[in-house]
C-alpha cells in the first residue's frame, strides 16, 4: 500500500482518520504545513483540507506543492450539506470529497486510495491471503490456487509472479478449458514443421515461451487425461519434447495452476491423476467469494467503476446503493458485480448511483444458490 500523508494543520479529526487507515494497514504520516516543503515523499496520496488548499492560492498552489514533494494523489476534504460527494481532475490525480458524515469521509478515503492500486482490497481475509501469496511469490515452489469462479485466481497468480525473483521475465497463462483438445498438446510443448496437417512452421510452445519465467494453467481440472501425463513428466524432469521432434528441450518455468472444482471429487471419480494433483498441490492457495469477505466489496465497485467510467463522468454511489451492494451475497462474484455496476453506470442520473439503479436477476440467483447449495452437499458427503 503506498503512504499517505496526513496534513495536521487546520484538521482537528486529523489523528482519527490516520487511527482508520493503520487500522486498515494503509501506511500513515502526519505532517505539518511548516515542514511540508522540505519533504520527499515519491508516489505517496496527501491528504488536507479545503482550508488548507486556500492557504496556498488555491488549487494551482495546492497541485504545485504537492507535485514538489513527489506526491502523485492529493485528496481535499471540504464541509458539505450533502451526505459526500467526489469530484476527479487531472487525469485523476485529485479527489475532491465534500462530506457531513465523519465515519463515511473515511471510508470512503480509503475506498478512492485502494481502487488506484492495481490489486484492490480491504478485507481482512483478503489481507491474511496477499500475506501469504507474497510470502510463497518469493520461493519457486509449484502453487495451486483453488476457489470458485470471478474470485481472482488469475489476479493472485499476477501478484505471485510480479513480487517473485522472475517478475522480470514472462508471465504466460493459457486456459485448459478453452483449448480444443487436439491443439492444446501442441500450444503446450509446442511442435515441428511438418509434424502434422496444417503445421507449416514451427511453434516452440507456451512452455518454451514461458523459459525463465512463471506459467499460469488457468482451470488445470479442464485437461484431458490423455494429457496429464505429458505435462506430469515436464513437472518431474523440466524438460519437454515438441511433437514431430527427436530430442528433450531444457525448461525453467515456475508453475501456477487454478481450478474451480473440488480436486480431491476429481481424483476420486479418476478425471484427474492422482500423481499430477500431488505435484502441482505442493502449495495450496484457497481463494473465497465476494459474500465472505465483504468488505472487498466497496473498493472493488469503485474500481470498477473507474475501469467502466470516464474519469469527468465517474459516478458516486449513494449510501442506499451501497447498503445493497454490501447486502448481497454476489453467487456471481467479481463478474456478477461488474455487470451489475456496468448497467447501473448506464441508468443513473446526475453520476449517482442509486438503490433503483443496482438491477440485480433474484430468481436467477435463486437457481445459482439452489444449485450451489446441491453441489455443497454433494461434495460434502464424497468427503464424508
Not at 495546492?62 to 492529493?74: A, E, M, Q, V
Not at 489481507?127 to 470471478?150: E, R, S, W
Request: with cysteine; aromatic share 6%; charged share 25%.
Amino acid at each position: 500500500m503506498k503512504e499517505i500523508l496526513i496534513l495536521t494543520d487546520k484538521f482537528l479529526d486529523s489523528n482519527l482518520i490516520g487511527d482508520f487507515l493503520v487500522d486498515k494497514k494503509i501506511n500513515c504520516k502526519f505532517i505539518s504545513a511548516n515542514n511540508l516543503k522540505n519533504e520527499n515523499h515519491p508516489k505517496s496520496t496527501l491528504l488536507c483540507t479545503k482550508l488548507f488548499e486556500d492557504s496556498v492560492d488555491g488549487r494551482s498552489g495546492l497541485l504545485k506543492l504537492s507535485r514538489n514533494i513527489g506526491c502523485t494523489n492529493l485528496i481535499v476534504l471540504k464541509p458539505s450539506e450533502q451526505l459526500y460527494s467526489i469530484k476527479t481532475d487531472l487525469g485523476g490525480a485529485l479527489i475532491e470529497i465534500s462530506f457531513r458524515n465523519f465515519d463515511q469521509i473515511i471510508l470512503e478515503i480509503m475506498y478512492q486510495i485502494i481502487s488506484n492500486e492495481k490489486y484492490c482490497f480491504s478485507d481482512k481475509k483478503t489481507h491474511n491471503l496477499i500475506h501469504v501469496a507474497k510470502k510463497v511469490a518469493k520461493t519457486d515452489v509449484t502453487v495451486f490456487i483453488h476457489g470458485p469462479t470471478g474470485t481472482g485466481k488469475e489476479v493472485i497468480s499476477n501478484l505471485i509472479h510480479h513480487n517473485s525473483p522472475r517478475s522480470e521475465k514472462p508471465f504466460v497463462a493459457i486456459n485448459c478449458a478453452a483449448i480444443p483438445e487436439n491443439m492444446l498438446e501442441a500450444m503446450l510443448f509446442g511442435h515441428e514443421k511438418g509434424a502434422f496437417t496444417g503445421a507449416s512452421s514451427a511453434n516452440k510452445g507456451i512452455f518454451r515461451a514461458a523459459d525463465m519465467g512463471t506459467l499460469l494453467l488457468d482451470e488445470i481440472s479442464e485437461m484431458p487425461l490423455s494429457l496429464q501425463a505429458k505435462l506430469l513428466r515436464v513437472l518431474q524432469e523440466k524438460k519437454v519434447t515438441p511433437i514431430g521432434g527427436q530430442r528433450d528441450i531444457d525448461v525453467d518455468v515456475r508453475v501456477i495452476a487454478t481450478t474451480n472444482r473440488d480436486m480431491i471429487s476429481e481424483v476420486q471419480e479418476k478425471k484427474f491423476r492422482e500423481d499430477l494433483y500431488y505435484r502441482l498441490n505442493v502449495f495450496p492457495i484457497e481463494t473465497s467469494n465476494l459474500s465472505e469477505r465483504p468488505d472487498d466489496i466497496l473498493p472493488i465497485s469503485i474500481a470498477l467503476l473507474k475501469r467502466h467510467s470516464s474519469l469527468e463522468n465517474l459516478p458516486l454511489i449513494s449510501k442506499k446503493a451501497e447498503d445493497i451492494l454490501k447486502s448481497y451475497k454476489w453467487p456471481g462474484n467479481v463478474r456478477e458485480l461488474e455487470n451489475v455496476l456496468q448497467r447501473a453506470i448506464v441508468l443513473c442520473e446526475n453520476n449517482v448511483i442509486e438503490e433503483k439503479d443496482i438491477m440485480i436477476d433474484s430468481s436467477m440467483t435463486e437457481k445459482l444458490y439452489s444449485s450451489f447449495d446441491q453441489k455443497s452437499e454433494k461434495q460434502t458427503a464424497l468427503k464424508a
